[in-house]
């Protein structure tokens, strides 16, 4: 596998379930993944937030080796740590904890490392424009601003990747344009690639790579 690409598979699958009743989500594949923007797309149920969880760490696969920058995930690496610091996550459910403000929130990874590096946040909230909602709660904001919020605790940490499962899912056109783009640009901020499932056909022209997923097989296009 070639080392020069960030993040791949190697006779990598998932099946859910056992027997009869058992789904192949992920067919046995071997492939890499370079840096920069990939898209993900295809039909609900095809497979796209199974390769993106496998690939987050946030799913072990069934066989094979996701293989991160020349070593096999799971013999290599601190998965927790690994998360912590070097993958970011955005959700189309944003998962905002909703005790917490805005700035409680988007600090939560530099808590959990002890970490009081807080000059990265310069470079993050005034781009999102998060700077007069800090002292606000989740409840409070749209969609559009809880998802910005979202982006911000994912770059926080300058993750070296960030992976986003349909993260325009619950907004409307107008705000899908908006948080895909800066989604887009915090990342070229700080040099970490992107991998990003979606439905929304539309924003594929962001992307560097794209991938369909059709019956849990993966099919490069650009």
């Given at each position: ?52 969880n496998?690939?987050a ?49 988007i ?99 962001y ?14 296009e650009?």
């Amino acid at each position: 596998m070639d080392k020069e690409y960030l993040i791949g598979l190697k006779e990598c699958g998932k099946t859910f379930g056992s027997g009869t009743a058992s789904v192949e989500a992920l067919k046995k594949t071997t492939m890499t993944f370079a840096k920069g923007y990939n898209f993900i797309y295809g039909k609900s149920g095809s497979g796209k937030s199974t390769l993106l969880n496998v690939l987050a760490s946030l799913e072990k696969p069934t066989t094979g080796e996701v293989i991160y920058k020349g070593h096999s995930l799971y013999d290599y690496y601190d998965i927790p740590s690994l998360r912590r610091n070097e993958f970011g996550f955005v959700f189309q459910s944003y998962n905002l904890i909703e005790d917490f403000n805005v700035w409680d929130n988007i600090i939560l990874p530099l808590r959990f490392e002890g970490s009081k590096d807080y000059e990265v946040l310069d470079k993050i909230i005034q781009p999102l424009g998060l700077e007069d909602k800090l002292k606000r709660y989740p409840k409070t904001l749209s969609g559009g601003e809880q998802q910005r919020v979202a982006i911000a605790r994912a770059l926080v940490a300058k993750p070296k990747i960030v992976f986003a499962d349909e993260p325009t899912g619950n907004l409307d056109a107008k705000n899908s344009e908006t948080v895909i783009r800066l989604l887009i640009d915090m990342c070229k901020e700080f040099g970490a690639s992107l991998f990003v499932v979606t439905h929304d056909m539309e924003l594929l022209r962001y992307a560097d790579y794209i991938y369909n997923i059709v019956d849990g097989n993966i099919h490069q296009e650009r």
